[in-house]
C-alpha cells in the first residue's frame, strides 16, 4: 500500500471504507504480495482551489517530491489512485527519468491507503508550493486550465527544499531519481 496522509479537506472528498482505501476501478490492482508498504509509501495531500477548481497536490514525505492535479470534479476524487499513478509517471517522464527508473516507478505502485495524520514539516512544503503555484498563475495572468499539470509539477521539484533536522536542502527531482536508483538496485 502506498500511505497517504491527507488533510481533512480532501479525506471529507473522498470515498473512502472503512480502511481508508478508495474504490479500486482504473488504477494499478493490489497484487497478493504488495500486501505490505510500497517502497514508494509517504505522501502527504491537500486539496487546493486554484482559480475556483479543485486540485491536489502531493508530496513525497522523504524526497519532497510533487504531484499536481489540476481541475477534478466529484467524481475524479473516486478514481485519486489512479489520477495519481498516471501523475506520478508522467511527472518522473516529464523530468527526465530514465526506462530502468520509470520501470521501478510502476512496479512499485500499489492503491492508496489514506488517513489524516500529518506531519507539519511536509505540510510547510504543500503550503510553500501552492502559494508558488498562486504566485505563477498570478503573476503570469495564467488560468489552471491551460497549465500543464506535469509540466508544473517538474517545475516544483526543481527548486530547493529544506526538511526539518536535515541541515542541507533536497532538490525534490534529484532525491526522487535517486530513491528511484537505490530500489532499482535492490
Not at 4 to 12: N, R, V, W
Not at 30 to 41: F, K, R, V
Not at 77 to 82: I, Q
Request: charged share 20%; glycine share 4%; proline share 5%.
Amino acid at each position: 500500500m502506498i500511505h497517504l496522509h491527507c488533510t481533512h479537506k480532501l479525506f471529507a472528498k473522498l470515498p473512502v471504507d472503512a480502511n481508508g482505501r478508495l474504490p479500486n476501478t482504473r488504477a494499478h490492482p493490489l497484487a497478493a504480495n504488495d500486501a505490505g508498504d510500497s517502497p514508494l509509501s509517504g505522501w502527504h495531500a491537500n486539496l487546493i482551489t486554484l482559480n475556483r477548481r479543485n486540485c491536489v497536490l502531493f508530496v513525497h514525505n522523504a524526497t519532497r517530491f510533487p504531484v499536481l492535479l489540476t481541475c477534478l470534479t466529484k467524481p475524479d476524487f473516486a478514481e485519486l489512485d489512479y489520477f495519481f499513478q498516471d501523475g506520478l509517471m508522467n511527472t518522473l517522464l516529464k523530468g527526465g527519468a530514465s526506462q530502468a527508473q520509470l520501470d521501478t516507478a510502476a512496479s512499485a505502485l500499489t492503491p492508496l491507503q489514506c488517513d489524516t495524520t500529518c506531519d507539519r514539516s511536509v505540510q510547510g512544503t504543500l503550503n510553500r508550493m501552492k502559494q508558488d503555484v498562486e504566485h505563477m498563475l498570478w503573476y503570469d495572468g495564467a488560468s489552471i486550465t491551460d497549465l500543464s499539470a506535469y509540466r508544473t509539477s517538474v517545475w516544483l521539484a526543481d527548486r530547493p527544499c529544506n526538511m526539518k533536522g536535515n541541515k542541507d536542502f533536497v532538490w525534490p527531482l534529484k532525491a526522487m531519481l535517486a530513491l528511484l536508483d537505490q530500489l532499482n538496485a535492490r
